[in-house]
């Protein structure tokens, strides 16, 4: 099994920052893209930052200049750093990763990728 286990969200007022963490366990063999998804209720879970396992970023545009993705592959963590937080960033984060996992605990047979997300984390920005 795999999992993916975020912590970092909270309230916090309109200017601040968060940090967001997500770290992948279990019978991994390959951790390939991962990302962080946001979801208000009655929309679509839309992306907002995503880094390669060779750390090419991309970022939605609202987030540019703001947002920061990085990920420890020796932890297999992702992280997001959010800075001058606005109002309208509030929203439920997931944490997604592209992951290749091992056929069973110990052994070494990778199976074909696929893709995994966290349990979710709540961000609330005060105005």
């Known amino acids: 099994q795999v999992q993916l286990v975020e912590s970092g969200g909270g309230l916090v007022q309109a200017g601040g920052s968060l940090r967001l963490s997500c770290a992948a366990s279990?019978?991994?063999?390959?951790?390939?893209?991962m990302g962080w998804y946001r979801q208000i209720p009655g929309k679509q879970r839309e992306l907002v930052a995503a880094?390669?396992?060779?750390?090419?970023?991309n970022y939605a545009d609202s987030v540019k200049g703001r947002f920061t993705i990085s990920r420890d592959n020796a932890k297999n963590t992702v992280y997001l750093q959010m800075n001058s937080l606005k109002a309208e960033d509030t929203a439920v984060y997931y944490c997604?990763?592209?992951?290749?996992?091992?056929?069973?605990?110990?052994?070494?047979?990778?199976?074909?990728?696929?893709?995994?997300w966290g349990q979710g984390t709540q961000v609330t920005v005060s105005s």
């Open positions: 997604n990763a592209n992951i290749n996992p091992r056929r069973g605990v110990g052994i070494s047979i990778r199976e074909p990728a696929r893709e995994y």
């Open positions: 279990g019978s991994i063999f390959s951790i390939n893209a």
């Open positions: 880094i390669t396992t060779g750390g090419s970023t």
